[in-house]
């Protein structure tokens, strides 16, 4: 099944549908999608969009806030991955006092200068962006990824990863603020995984979101579909989820169904309910 879809600035493509019902391309670039609408934009696009859906998300602001931010990007055909840029869109539209009732193109333009027409045409794509890059709505988002990494060197940090994996977790600090983090420890982990598991090579990071309710679920896709959008960047090749997973080398497949490897232990745990895993190129 193949469906026409609206892109995100300029022309018509065709897409495929991934296993969760998601559109997907069958080139490198990514999709978002909401009430039965598509739209497609490009790997650095992507990125861009997360590091400003992100700033959100690390302020505490609703997905309202990144939804007038992007629309106002998105208008001006100028996503960025800028944070100064965002930031200050972001700081000019906290002085509009009552943001959340009125309309995106309405706000849009008291804090940027660009006409409500643009607004309004940029309004569905960005909204659609700040639910999934929000957390708001899961797998909504996905990017297919190809090309291999570039070789380093294997040597682990003091805190047991490699330089892909710490550089992992320097850009999750710098875009989200401090989240709870696991899987490694100095020297390597040795148990604890499944046999294989990335974590025994230092190429794994878990980031935690507990107690398991609705809020942490919102905080935890958040995440998730950031590193999908900076996959092609951080040189991630899986990110599992609240019992999804999504990998570089299936990426035309989008979100898919975890399999649960056969262990024992607590069975929302090992559908990863708790926490988000990530893990990057050997």
Not at 155 to 178: K, Y
Not at 259 to 277: C, K, M, N, S, W
Request: charged share 25%; proline share 4%.
């Amino acid at each position: 099944m193949v469906i026409a879809v609206a892109l995100l600035f300029a022309g018509l493509r065709v897409l495929g549908v991934g296993v969760s019902g998601i559109p997907v391309l069958s080139r490198e670039a990514c999709t978002v999608t909401s009430e039965g609408t598509t739209h497609d934009l490009s790997i650095e696009e992507a990125e861009r969009a997360s590091a400003i859906a992100a700033i959100a998300v690390r302020r505490g602001l609703p997905a309202r806030a990144a939804s007038v931010v992007l629309t106002v990007e998105i208008a001006d055909h100028s996503l960025e991955r800028n944070a100064a840029k965002a930031s200050a869109l972001y700081d000019r539209l906290s002085g509009v006092a009552d943001y959340r009732q009125q309309s995106v193109p309405g706000v849009a333009q008291q804090i940027s200068d660009g006409s409500r027409d643009s607004y309004r045409d940029a309004e569905p794509e960005a909204r659609a962006l700040a639910s999934a890059l929000t957390g708001n709505t899961p797998e909504a988002f996905s990017c297919v990824v190809k090309g291999g990494a570039e070789e380093v060197p294997v040597t682990l940090s003091g805190a047991g990863l490699t330089s892909r994996a710490e550089a992992v977790r320097d850009d999750v600090r710098q875009a989200f603020g401090d989240i709870p983090d696991g899987g490694f420890q100095p020297g390597g982990v040795t148990t604890g995984h499944m046999v294989g598991s990335a974590h025994y090579e230092g190429r794994a990071v878990d980031y935690f979101f507990r107690p398991i309710n609705a809020r942490n679920n919102i905080r935890g896709w958040a995440l998730a579909q950031y590193f999908v959008a900076n996959a092609d960047r951080l040189d991630i090749e899986t990110v599992i989820y609240d019992d999804r997973i999504w990998t570089k080398r299936r990426s035309t497949a989008g979100w898919r169904d975890y399999d649960v490897p056969p262990r024992g232990g607590d069975q929302a745990i090992l559908e990863h309910r708790d926490h988000v895993h990530v893990d990057v190129a050997d």
